[in-house]
């Protein structure tokens, strides 16, 4: 069992900028896909960003050019660097991890941390 923990939300006004990081419990290189979701109040969780086991990135296109996922292996973390943040960043912010095999797929998550942008 892969057990996900998130840290690092907070309040920050319109501009600022936040590090969410994620620890897992197990070796993140035996996680085929490390990922964050948001969800906002009334919406779908939704996609923010993911990256590899080889490293290989994407990005919502909402956030292109104003976050950055990375992966510290030796920590078994990754993180979520946020930028320019704008007031409909505001979400529960979730980690994610997935197994993927010829037969399966496994999704972990993490239990979120909320991240507030006022205007």
């Known amino acids: 069992q892969v057990q996900l923990v998130e840290s690092g939300g907070g309040s920050v006004q319109a501009g600022g900028s936040l590090r969410l990081s994620c620890a897992a419990s197990?070796?993140?290189?035996?996680?085929?896909?490390m990922g964050w979701y948001r969800q906002a109040p009334g919406k779908q969780r939704d996609l923010v960003a993911a990256?590899?086991?080889?490293?290989?990135?994407n990005y919502a296109d909402s956030v292109k050019g104003r976050f950055t996922i990375s992966r510290d292996d030796a920590k078994n973390t990754v993180y979520l660097h946020m930028n320019s943040l704008k007031p409909e960043d505001t979400a529960v912010y979730y980690c994610?991890?997935?197994?993927?095999?010829?037969?399966?797929?496994?999704?972990?998550w993490g239990q979120g941390t909320q991240v507030t942008v006022s205007s």
């Open positions: 994610n991890g997935q197994r993927i095999g010829p037969t399966y797929k496994y999704n972990y």
């Open positions: 197990v070796s993140i290189f035996s996680i085929n896909a």
């Open positions: 990256i590899t086991s080889g490293g290989t990135t």
